[in-house]
T-cell receptor, first 113, second 114 residues
């Protein structure tokens, strides 16, 4: 287990299509986070899970966004009816406990055309 | 609202020299953590250094050290003996001890000149 894995690395989709991203955290980490990063900006928090429970969601996470973490292992982030404004890097991170920092994945770059 | 401010969008340093990146934050909490993350052009965020707010001693990791001024809510990063591989975006981040999500600043782009 070498780190946080995200797939796909790149996704190009047409406006209005649905997309799903996957994140596999470090196996012993019970906390999993999703962030969005646009060019030249810091990551913005979307949502986080402790085990399978989704404990917090940002107001950035509109009704078109949904995240799941079945069985407290991998997580998926789905965006329905994509818009051009959804184009960004979507980062996943995991951690064992609060306060020890996150381990980030390489991200999924979404381009909506 | 908790915010993190990095007032230097870009910085430049000569190889082998020292550079300091600034960060201020706003919070009413007493239990929190501060971090500096590095994001090279490949875009994977890497944890550089971590500071617990209740510790007065400044954290140090090899060539990286922080100047943590709790009363001033300031958390600067000093990079000594800068190397070409230090060139990256650097993000300051804040985490409240009872919550889960890191709050990031907008970042400082560091260039290292040979």
């Amino acid at each position: 287990d070498t780190g946080v894995s995200q797939n796909p690395r790149h996704k190009i989709t047409k406006r209005g299509q649905n997309v799903t991203f996957r994140c596999d955290p470090i196996s012993e980490h019970n906390r999993l986070y999703w962030y969005r990063q646009t060019l030249g900006q810091g990551p913005e928090f979307l949502t986080y899970f402790q085990n399978e429970a989704q404990l917090e969601k940002s107001r950035l996470l509109s009704d078109r966004f949904s995240a799941e973490r079945p069985k407290g292992s991998f997580s998926t982030l789905e965006i329905q009816r994509t818009e051009q404004g959804d184009s960004a890097m979507y980062l996943c991170a995991s951690s064992l406990t609060v306060g020890y920092g996150y381990t980030f994945g390489s991200g999924t770059r979404l381009t909506v055309v | 609202a908790q915010t993190v401010t990095q007032s230097q969008p870009e910085m430049s340093v000569q190889e082998a020299e020292t550079v300091t990146l600034s960060c201020t934050y706003d919070t009413s909490e007493s239990d929190y953590y501060l971090f500096w993350y590095k994001q090279p052009p490949s875009r994977q965020m890497i944890l550089v250094i971590r500071q617990e707010a209740y510790k007065q001693q400044n954290a140090t990791e090899n060539r990286f050290s922080v100047n943590f001024q709790k009363a001033a809510k300031s958390f600067s990063l000093k990079i000594s003996d800068s190397q070409l591989g230090d060139a990256a975006m650097y993000f300051c981040a804040y985490l409240v001890g009872s919550q889960g999500n890191l709050i990031f600043g907008k970042g400082t782009k560091l260039s290292v000149k040979p």
